[in-house]
């Protein structure tokens, strides 16, 4: 894959995100984030479920707002991280213990949300693509590639992208009530 566009590292720090505080892996998240929304569309294909052009439309308009959105979020959640950087530099050595570990706590969860703002970007741009693809197979399409990709990879990614905006949002909470 061209080394421009290649987003596993992306995918990659999203999913190494999904942990409990003491960084061990948190089950519940992954079932959450990726089983449950799997399970939604997979149910699409098989009750032979359609999703109509509306739906489509604003899974369109869903997909380019929540990309233009965090494009400007992910600079403000750099921008941050940066000057978090900077005042831990600044501090001496050996300044106050538990202050510095504060800063470097909320820090990690700004990189953290920093990749979990990335994924999203790249989940909204992939449910504006099939959800375009489906568009073009039009609603009632009996195509394979429509009823056994498009569809699902439309819910899915509709699911996955709604419940990490829900995280991305208490997690923002969280570093800008956290002093």
Request: charged residues 15%; positive net charge.
């Amino acid at each position: 894959m061209a080394n421009k566009i290649d987003i596993r590292c992306i995918l990659q720090d999203h999913l190494h995100s999904l942990v409990y505080t003491d960084g061990k892996r948190n089950i519940w998240d992954l079932l959450s984030f990726f089983l449950v929304p799997l399970l939604c569309a997979l149910l699409f294909p098989l009750n032979g479920w359609s999703i109509n052009n509306d739906v489509l439309n604003t899974f369109v308009n869903m997909g380019s707002i929540f990309t233009a959105l965090l494009i400007s979020v992910l600079v403000m959640i750099f921008d941050q991280c940066q000057k978090l950087t900077d005042k831990l530099k600044s501090l001496p050595v050996d300044y106050d213990y538990a202050y510095r570990k504060s800063l470097d706590d909320r820090r990690a969860l700004m990189r953290q949300l920093f990749a979990n703002i990335s994924y999203v970007i790249v989940v909204s741009i992939f449910l504006l693509v099939f959800s375009l693809l489906q568009q073009f197979f039009g609603e009632e399409s009996k195509h394979w590639f429509s009823i056994w990709v498009a569809k699902p990879a439309c819910v899915f990614f509709a699911i996955n992208l709604l419940l990490t905006a829900l995280m991305i949002i208490k997690r923002t909470y969280i570093c800008l009530t956290v002093s």
